[in-house]
C-alpha cells in the first residue's frame, strides 16, 4: 500500500468535506415500506430498506465456516452469462416491445460497453414486462440481447457446476456500481442510484463531486457529495473483533486503494482504512500463499480482470480461478465460503422481473456461484437472495446480529450448503496464465464504470 499517498488523500478528502457529506440526516433516508401484507408476501425475499443502527441480537453460530470471501466481478445478467446452463431458469430469447429476439453469442472481450445507469435500467424494465432493453441503449439496438459462450468463461461454468449455482439472485439496486458496492458492504446505498460524477468515489472527491439520488419513475434527484456515515458490515466486525479485509485496485491517478469503504467517512478516516484496505488486489494470492486469510474478506478486481464490458480482455475467468485455487490449496479450505457474483446487470438481457421491494429495488438478475466444501455439489438453487443477502450470511455465520437494512430480512445463502457432508479435497482449476504472472502484471486501475 502506498502510505504516503494514502495520507495526502485522507488531507485533501479532509479540505473538500462539505455538509452534504455529514449530514446523515439528510442523506441517511427510510426507503418505502412495504405494507405489512407484502412484507408477509415477501418475507422470504428481502428486507426493509433503511439506515438504522446495528442491531446486536445474535444468536450462536452452528456453521463450520469460519472464513467467508467475497468476489466481485462487474456488469454481467444471469442470462448474459448461464445462458443454457442444466437446471437453471435461462432464456433462449427476449422481448423487444412485441418482437421476439433470439439471444445471439458474443465475446467476452467485446469492446461495446452499455448503458447501465438507472435510467436505463427503469427503461429495460418497462413496469416489469421486461421488453425495453433496446430501447434503454444507444448501442446497436438489439446488442444488449446477447450471451456469452460458456466456452469463453469456462472456469465459471466447471465452478458452477461442480459447486452451487443461484439462479434468483437480484442486484439490490437498479443502477450501477457505486450503489451496487454500497449495497454489499452495507445493505444500502443512502439512496445514491448513479455513480460520481468524479474519478474519485469517495470521500476524497474534488469539491463539488456529487453522486444522485433515486428520484421517481427512473429519474435521479440533484446529487449529494458521495461520503456517507451510516453503518457497515466492517462495524459489525469490528464491534465482534471479527478480521475483515477488503483488497482492491489502486486509483492509478492517485496511487491509493478504490474500495466501497472510500464512501464511508468513519472508515476512510480511520485506521481501518489503512490496516484493512488493501492495495493491490493481487495481495490477496500472496496473503493467502503466506497463511493469511481475514475471517471475512471482499476481494475487487482492477480493469482487465473484472469482465467488465469494453475493457477488451479475456482475464476475469483466470483471475477469480486463480483467487478460488489459492484458497482451495490452502489450509483454510475446509472452513472457507467463497461467493463469486458480479456487481450488477451491465445492460444485458434477462427475462426474470424483480419484485419491486422499495424505491430502490431489487434489480436484474446476476450470477452467483457458491464455492466450498460444504457447497451443494452440482446444486442449482432457486431461492431468492439479494446483494444484501452477502452481508446476512455473514451475520449469521458469525453471530454479528444486522444493520437493520435489506439485510435484516433477507435470505442469507442457507439453500446453498450442506454442512452434513464430508469436505472433499479441492480440484484446482487450469488457467492460462501463472499467479506470478498476475501478481506482476501492470495494474489497469478500476474498471471503467460509466
Known amino acids: 500500500m502506498m502510505m504516503g499517498l494514502k495520507s495526502n488523500r485522507i488531507v485533501r ?5 462539505s455538509p452534504s457529506s455529514t449530514d446523515t440526516t439528510k442523506l441517511c433516508r427510510i426507503g418505502k415500506t412495504p405494507s405489512v401484507f407484502l412484507m408477509a408476501a415477501l418475507s422470504s425475499l428481502i428486507g426493509l430498506a433503511g439506515c438504522s443502527r446495528v442491531h446486536l441480537t445474535p444468536s450462536p453460530a452452528t456453521t463450520p465456516i469460519k472464513h467467508v470471501v467475497v468476489i466481485m466481478q462487474e456488469n454481467r445478467s444471469f442470462d448474459n452469462f448461464f445462458h443454457g446452463f442444466p437446471g437453471a431458469d435461462s432464456a433462449e430469447s427476449g422481448m423487444n416491445k412485441a418482437d421476439v429476439v433470439p439471444l445471439a453469442p458474443v465475446p467476452l472481450a467485446e469492446p461495446t460497453d ?4 438507472h435510467a436505463s435500467w427503469w427503461r429495460a424494465w418497462d413496469n416489469g414486462k421486461m421488453d425495453g432493453f433496446a430501447s434503454a441503449q444507444k448501442n446497436p439496438p438489439l446488442f444488449a440481447y446477447s450471451y456469452v459462450p460458456s466456452s469463453e468463461i469456462e472456469a465459471y461454468w466447471t465452478l458452477a457446476t461442480q459447486y452451487t449455482l443461484a439462479d434468483r439472485m437480484f442486484q439490490s439496486n437498479t443502477g450501477p456500481s457505486f450503489p451496487a458496492h454500497q449495497y454489499m458492504i452495507a445493505g444500502q446505498s443512502g439512496e445514491t442510484d ?3 460524477n468524479s474519478a474519485q468515489w469517495g470521500c476524497d472527491a474534488p469539491a463539488g463531486s456529487a453522486v444522485p439520488l433515486v428520484g421517481p419513475d427512473g429519474t435521479d434527484l440533484a446529487g449529494v457529495f458521495p461520503c456517507f456515515d451510516y453503518q457497515t458490515a466492517a462495524d459489525l466486525l469490528d464491534a465482534r473483533g471479527i478480521s475483515w479485509r477488503y483488497y482492491a485496485p489502486a486509483d492509478l491517478s492517485s496511487g491509493s486503494s478504490v474500495s466501497a469503504y472510500e464512501a464511508i467517512e468513519h472508515i476512510f478516516f480511520s485506521k481501518d482504512w489503512d490496516n484493512n484496505v488493501i492495495s493491490p488486489q493481487t495481495r490477496i494470492l500472496t496473503d493467502v500463499a ?8 471482499w476481494v475487487v478486481p482492477d480493469s482487465s480482470h473484472s469482465d467488465h464490458p469494453g475493457n477488451n480482455s479475456t482475464e476475469g475467468p483466470d483471475w477469480v480461478a486463480s483467487v478460488v485455487n489459492a484458497i482451495g490449496s490452502s489450509p483454510f479450505w475446509n472452513t472457507t465460503a467463497i461467493f463469486i457474483n458480479w456487481d450488477d446487470w451491465g445492460g ?10 422499495d424505491n430502490m429495488g431489487p434489480g436484474f438478475r446476476v450470477p452467483l456461484i457458491v464455492v466450498s466444501p460444504y457447497a451443494k455439489h452440482g446444486y442449482v438453487s432457486h431461492t431468492v437472495y439479494e ?15 444486522n444493520l437493520g437494512t435489506r439485510d435484516a430480512l433477507a435470505n442469507n445463502l442457507l439453500d446453498c450448503f450442506d454442512f452434513a457432508q464430508t469436505p472433499a479435497p479441492y480440484v484446482r482449476l487450469k488457467t492460462r496464465v501463472s499467479v506470478d504472472t498476475l501478481i506482476h502484471e501492470a495494474p489497469t486501475g478500476a474498471p471503467d464504470d460509466d
Not at 452499455?114 to 445507469?117: A, E, M, T, V
Not at 446483494?387 to 446480529?401: H, M, P, Q, W, Y
Request: glycine share 4%; charged share 20%.
Open 13 to 17: 478528502a479532509k479540505l473538500n468535506t
Open 290 to 297: 503466506n497463511g493469511q486469510l481475514a475471517q471475512v474478506t
Open 387 to 401: 446483494r444484501a443477502s452477502l452481508i446476512t450470511f455473514v451475520e449469521k455465520d458469525f453471530a454479528l446480529g
Open 348 to 357: 444485458w438481457y434477462d427475462h426474470v422481473a424483480p419484485i419491486n421491494i
Open 114 to 117: 452499455l448503458n447501465h445507469s
Open 194 to 196: 448513479e455513480d460520481p
